[in-house]
T-cell receptor
Framework: AQTVTQSQPEMSVQEAETVTLSCTYDTSESDYYLFWYKQPPSRQMILVIR??????QNATENRFSVNFQKAAKSFSLKISDSQLGDAAMYFCAYRSMYSGGGADGLTFGKGTHLIIQP | NAGVTQTPKFRVLKTGQSMTLLCAQD?????MYWYRQDPGMGLRLIHY???????AKGEVPDGYNVSRLKKQNFLLGLESAAPSQTSVYFC??????????????FGPGTRLLVL
């Protein structure tokens, strides 16, 4: 079974600064997807960014980018120019590319609480 | 286009009572999922469905049953609620397997308290 580890329960950053959230995962598969989801106090789960394991290029979405290191099984999220609205829980998630046998759901880390200091 | 909706938003049950949580999606997605989120934890998969009439167990299926009679609806049932089932329940849906179809879209969650 796959596991996802987020080693930072809480991070704090000054508004307009850059912050990096860490995520490592354990899998024996070669093909999979990785995601970062944001959960603000409203509890809504919002997709931030996704990465396909077969792509060497790191995904970017505006101020959000990832550093995907497949050999190291690391998938960190960088938030540039942090804004007050970025304050939330951030979850890293893994999904196998293979269907069936319970492989269709997401495996989540425990989350990192991001605080933005004004 | 409402996306994924969940009913109810909040519910209090007594131990031993039963209830059904309803998830509906209007995106014509094939796959639907039920997760639970407990304090200090990420979401954990309870059951999922890869199409109308199909269901499968996830990581934590005990104490729950599901049904997918219509493509757009996915029901989660608790036959005899226990305090350990106090949690926030999330429904999600996706187009299915394959590149660009993997993204799961989540509902707003249902908070369940079992006394």
């Amino acid at each position: 079974a796959q596991t996802v580890t987020q080693s930072q329960p809480e991070m704090s950053v000054q508004e307009a600064e850059t912050v990096t959230l860490s995520c490592t995962y354990d899998t024996s598969e070669s093909d999979y997807y990785l995601f970062w989801y944001k959960q603000p106090p409203s509890r809504q789960m919002i997709l931030v960014i996704r990465q396909e394991a077969y792509k060497q290029q790191n995904a970017t979405e505006n101020r959000f980018s990832v550093n995907f290191q497949k050999a190291a099984k690391s998938f960190s999220l960088k938030i540039s120019d942090s804004q007050l609205g970025d304050a939330a829980m951030y979850f890293c998630a893994y999904r196998s590319m293979y269907s069936g046998g319970g492989a269709d759901g997401l495996t989540f880390g425990k989350g990192t609480h991001l605080i933005i200091q004004p | 286009n409402a996306g994924v909706t969940q009913t109810p938003k909040f519910r209090v049950l007594k131990t031993g009572q039963s209830m059904t949580l309803l998830c509906a999606q209007d995106m014509n997605h094939e796959y639907m999922y039920w997760y639970r989120q407990d304090p200090g934890m990420g979401l954990r998969l309870i059951h999922y469905s890869v199409g109308e009439g199909t269901t499968a167990k996830g990581e934590v299926p005990d104490g729950y049953n599901v049904s997918r009679l219509k493509k757009q609806n996915f029901l989660l049932g608790l036959e005899s609620a226990a305090p350990s089932q106090t949690s926030v329940y999330f429904c999600a849906s996706s187009y299915g397997a394959g590149v660009s179809q993997e993204t799961q879209y989540f509902g707003p969650g249902t908070r369940l308290l079992v006394l």
